[in-house]
């Protein structure tokens, strides 16, 4: 993943350089002669007009608060409000009970339970718990000292 990055990286800076050096910037702010600070509202924005001499007023002019889901500022508002209760609490309330009674992930539980299962059934019997043998010695063949020569 990072030497993919590592060539990518190259590649995309020159591609985003690329389409903004062409581009001409020019200030918006008053002459430095000028009193006070530039402000936004001192800034008039574009206005568009079509053929038949109707002129285009951005939504933003119409509604400041304008989160981009409908045209008219209180259905707007409803559905910026709808989305985000179901984009965000529900996914994560669904979300969370999802994984919380996923099944057991690598038998973890199951593992447990056999362990104290074993436990107690060795307790019972008064046998160790736990033997430094993994396996039980008497049932190993081992070969005899004249085999390995």
């Known amino acids: ?16 350089l690329g ?11 008053p002459s430095p ?4 600070s530039a ?16 002129v285009e007023v951005s939504v933003y002019e119409k509604n400041r608060d304008f989160h981009g889901f409908h045209k008219d500022p209180q259905v707007d508002v409803w559905n910026m409000k ?8 529900v996914a994560i309330v669904i979300g969370g009970t999802f ?10 539980q199951w593992a447990r339970r056999e362990a104290e299962r074993l436990i107690k059934e060795r307790e019972a019997e008064g046998i160790a718990v736990l033997d430094g043998n993994y ?3 008497s049932k190993i063949i081992l070969p005899s000292a004249e085999e390995e020569k």
Do not use: C, K, N
């Open 1 to 16: 993943m990072a030497a993919w990055l590592m060539r990518i990286l190259p590649v995309w800076s020159r591609v985003r």
């Open 19 to 29: 389409s903004v050096a062409g581009a001409r910037f020019v200030s918006q702010t």
């Open 33 to 36: 002669g000028a009193a006070g």
């Open 39 to 54: 402000a936004v509202s001192g800034l008039s924005p574009v206005e568009h007009s079509d053929d038949h001499g109707h």
């Open 82 to 89: 709808v989305a985000f209760f179901f984009g965000i609490s």
């Open 99 to 108: 994984i919380h009674y996923l099944p057991d992930h690598g038998m973890r």
């Open 135 to 137: 396996y039980d010695p």
